[in-house]
T-cell receptor
């Protein structure tokens, strides 16, 4: 089945540790996105990538890093520089130039 | 002020009621999306529209470009409709989305 997978669903880390969230899609989509969701707020864009080996900062990129070495994969690293990393993280993808995005199931990160 | 505003924030309805969720936006858009987020967190796209009206089953979405306003209607609501409904606007290039804060709907028996 085609879709977007994110793993793990729940992730716990100690403060000060970097953590990498996985996002894989087999939809052959060119563009991929990472969003953060906090209670009472709309989803906010962290990073996006329109093509392999290229990515751009979104609205809240500080404390995060990404890579896009393969079309189907867009991992997000939450670094120790991110002041409030506890949140729900959603990955999405779309065809190039198309408005409709398809979302993964999300990863809930808790930093203790 | 958010570029995309939704109302109400929370909505409780009894099974069978007609439900309306509103979305206003202050930016130029290429498309307006309605998304559904279930308690587990996964998001599915319900509608994407740039004009007029779309219908899928008991769900209807409308948009008024001049007034920068969209509505999502649910007819004959059912407890399984309980979810968070999110309005999002496609703005600019790169298919970027600007999201509303969501409307939490609870439908009771």
């Amino acid at each position: 089945d085609g879709g977007i997978t994110q793993s793990p669903k729940y992730l716990f880390r100690k403060e000060g540790q970097n953590v990498t969230l996985s996002c894989e899609q087999n939809l052959n989509h060119d563009a991929m996105y990472w969003y953060r969701q906090d209670p009472g707020q709309g989803l906010r864009l962290i990073y996006y990538s329109q093509i392999v080996n290229d990515f751009q900062k979104g609205d809240i990129a500080e404390g995060y890093s990404v890579s896009r070495e393969k079309k189907e994969s867009f991992p997000l690293t939450v670094t120790s520089a991110q002041k409030n990393p506890t949140a729900f993280y959603l990955c999405a993808s779309s065809l190039a130039g198309h408005n409709e995005q398809f979302f993964g199931p999300g990863t809930r990160l808790t930093v203790l | 002020k958010n570029e995309v505003e939704q109302s109400p924030q929370n909505l409780t309805a009894q099974e069978g009621e007609f439900i309306t969720i509103n979305c206003s936006y202050s930016v130029g858009i290429s498309a307006l999306h309605w998304l559904q987020q279930h308690p587990g967190g996964g998001i599915v796209s319900l509608f994407m529209l740039s004009s007029g009206k779309k219908k899928h089953g008991r769900l209807i979405a409308t948009i008024n470009i001049q007034e920068k306003h969209s509505s999502l209607h649910i007819t004959a609501s059912h407890p399984r409709d309980s979810a968070v409904y999110i309005c999002a606007a496609s703005t600019g290039t790169a298919s970027k989305l600007t999201f509303g804060t969501g409307t939490r709907l609870q439908v009771t028996l």
